[in-house]
């Protein structure tokens, strides 16, 4: 097992995201959804998580954007 990554972590891997694919905050559970975007951060609908800047955090928590959860859907 390679240190820190596990199954279903984004950890900063953009190529395995699809436009579509929603993640989930490890620490409260927010949920991007790339449909919806994010109103706190004024991200208009069909913002894709990989398309987010670096520096986008959970808008519930404050957790980083690299320790959310690619969603199975």
Known sequence: MNGSFFAGA????????????R???KICWYVYDPAVGDE????????????????WSCPECDGKKQDFLVMDD
């Open 10 to 21: 984004f950890g900063g891997g953009a190529s395995k995201l699809t436009p579509q694919t």
């Open 23 to 25: 993640l989930e905050c």
């Open 40 to 55: 706190v951060w004024q991200m208009p609908p069909g913002t894709a998580f990989s398309a987010l800047p670096d520096h």
